[in-house]
């Protein structure tokens, strides 16, 4: 069938841009990708002006197998005229809203993307794989999911979800009152501690911020040399060959490996509070609340109030509560049709040495997963660190051959 494509791609987030722009230099590909977004945009939510990215730039969507790419975050420096400012600037670490930028301007340059395509409905017809669209339908032998990570809020708060109880990952999506307000961030990740220190940076600050964890401490993330090697390629290929029960175990055991908080995060929180509290006089101003975990909410006529079950006060008033509680892999609405035929075990969807899905009956080629396999593939899978790697796998798998030197 001369209009099948060799791939299509749902969702273009850096998962499937990489795939994309590590495709764009190979000589008689065919993909199709597809995004629901009208143009990229990286957790657009949380892209807060003092954020940093916490890999090297260099993991970007293709260095670490191809460094000669044209789509290379040094590409974008110097494409955009800025390579000497950016290396005398001598950052610590480059700024999120920077990376986006470049991941922008890669997904401008990278043909064959189409934005403002959401994927409704993937289906087998003859063999081939059918993806369907309000633009239509597109076949395709294989399919690369890459439709991220969904934003967990515990279940008993989804019906309090809106103005002023919402996730994280929609803190900067729409304007919101919070000067002079109770504000309660849930949530002891990295994304809680960006949130607090935003907050306490604002020119008009809330009247109160409590910070609730139900770890033991606003833990720092270990990024020690010989942890990062958890983020190598010979790693994750070994974390997968182990069984079941021991990879749960290095999960739970390497953890802060990836989500705890960057020292930088936590240490401009402290000198925050050290502002707040011993120079403008504002005692208990920010309220730090560990091992507690909320697991109730009450709405009040003027706010919230939280039930925390933990060693301090057990109830917690707030007019606006962030939920920084997270996000898991969902597979997406549009795999239904499949879903019946992916094999999984208790902890998720099996998942090959090739980011295949195990899936039942006859087809010409595979469903593969990007970002959806921490418990088969490791601590690295949702990271910025092996996204080209990952991405050349599946390549060099759908085309039958070794391209990229994986
Ligand atoms: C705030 C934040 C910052 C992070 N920073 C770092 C970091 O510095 N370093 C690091 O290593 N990791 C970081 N991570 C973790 C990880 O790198 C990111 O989550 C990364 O964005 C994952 O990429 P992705 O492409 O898998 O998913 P996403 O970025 O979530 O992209 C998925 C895309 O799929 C689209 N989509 C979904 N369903 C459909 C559909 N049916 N049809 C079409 N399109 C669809 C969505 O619109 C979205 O654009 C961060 C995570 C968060 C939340
Ligand atoms: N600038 C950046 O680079 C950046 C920014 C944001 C995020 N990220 C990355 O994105 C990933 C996700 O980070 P995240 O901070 O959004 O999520 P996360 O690391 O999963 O943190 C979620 C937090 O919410 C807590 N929590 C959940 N339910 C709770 C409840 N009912 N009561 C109290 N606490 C509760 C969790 O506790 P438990 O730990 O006990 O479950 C955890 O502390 C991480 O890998 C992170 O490094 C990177």
Redesign the pocket.
Known sequence: MSDVHDYAAVGVGPANLSLAALGAGVENLRGAHFEARTSFSW?PG?LLPE????VSPFKDLVTPVDPTSPYSFLAFLAGEGRIYQFLTARFPAVL?TEFDQYLQWASRKIPAIEFGTEVRSVTERDGYFVIGSERGEVTARNVVLGTGQTP?V?AFLRPHLGADMFH?EEFLTRPRELSGRAVAV?????????IVRHLMRLAEPPLSITW????PGFLP?DDSPFTNEYFFPEYAREFHGLPRPRRQELLAEQ?YA???I?LDTLRDVYRERYRHECLLGRKDWLRLATR????GCARLPDGWELELRGPGPTLVRADVVVL????EYRLPGCMSGLAHRLARTADGLVVGDDFSLSLSGETAGRVYLQNGARHAWGVAD??LSLLAWRSAVILNAILGYRRYNT
């Open positions: 957790h949380l954020a940093t990215l916490q999120r967990l515990p994280a849930v949530g002891g990740g990295q994304s809680g501690a960006e609730i964890t139900r770890r993330m953890k990836s989500d705890g960057d507690s975990e909320v697991t920084a509680t997270g996000y949702p990271n």
